[in-house]
């Protein structure tokens, strides 16, 4: 069964401090791994996606890393506009039935005060 | 700017109602999910269609809940009868496989049951 921990649960930055995020996962042959940004009351937003080690993407003040076992999203001088929760989701290379399924972590909520 | 739209985007009812919810994925995405989202148990896939056929449903609670797409333009998620313990937040999210596996997701329906 694939599983995807993401921590900490809640992270609080002042402006400028910049921080990582880590999303820790195990799933049976890695197609891929998500990114996404999630505002109060809003659907997850997409960030990125990783495919294998040692790929790096970035965007702004964001740069998503990825190894074997984990993904770090890196934030770098955040603003308070990047208060949002984040979350992980992992894809596994399976079949045609279940080949596009996601499997999420539980997020974690970034807070960066002014 | 294509988008997932999601309607209605609160619904609240008593234990025991039909709920209906309806999402029309992004033209020309030919895969579409439909995820639950709660304090409790994070995002959790509920069921998901290619090409209009259902390919898992197996995180759906049968007996109640059934999902559908009589077009290429609609997918319905209905629950009857409704529980409380259904409350939560649906969300789908549309994609276009195989050219990308990426998840678009719509803004969700916030669902209350008393």
């Known amino acids: 069964e694939d599983q995807v921990t993401q921590s900490p649960e809640a992270l609080r930055l002042q402006e400028g401090e910049s921080s990582s995020l880590n999303c820790s996962y195990t799933?049976?042959?890695?197609?891929?791994l998500f990114w996404y940004r999630q505002d109060p009351g809003k659907g997850p937003e997409f960030l990125f996606t990783l495919y294998s080690a040692g790929e790096e993407k970035e965007k702004e003040r964001l740069k998503a890393t990825l190894t074997k076992k984990e993904s770090f999203l890196h934030i770098t001088a955040p603003k308070p506009e990047d208060s949002a929760t984040y979350l992980c989701?992992?894809?596994?290379?399976?079949?045609?039935?279940?080949?596009?399924?996601?499997?999420f972590g539980e997020g974690t909520q970034l807070t960066v005060n002014p | 700017d294509a988008r997932v739209t999601q309607t209605p985007r609160h619904k609240v009812t008593e234990m025991g109602q039909e709920v209906t919810m309806r999402c029309q994925p992004i033209l020309g995405h030919n895969t579409v999910f439909w995820y639950r989202q709660t304090m409790m148990q994070g995002l959790e896939l509920l069921a998901y269609f290619r090409n209009r056929a259902p390919l898992d449903d197996s995180g759906m609670p049968k007996d109640r809940f059934s999902a559908e797409m009589p077009d290429a333009t609609l997918a319905t998620l209905k629950i009857q009868p409704s529980e409380p313990r259904d409350s939560a937040v649906y969300f789908c999210?549309?994609?276009?496989?195989?050219?990308?596996?990426?998840?678009?997701f719509g803004p969700g329906t916030r669902l209350l049951v008393l």
């Open positions: 989701a992992v894809q596994a290379r399976r079949g045609e039935t279940s080949g596009s399924r996601l499997t």
């Open positions: 799933v049976s042959g890695l197609r891929g």
């Open positions: 999210a549309s994609g276009l496989v195989p050219n990308q596996e990426t998840q678009y």
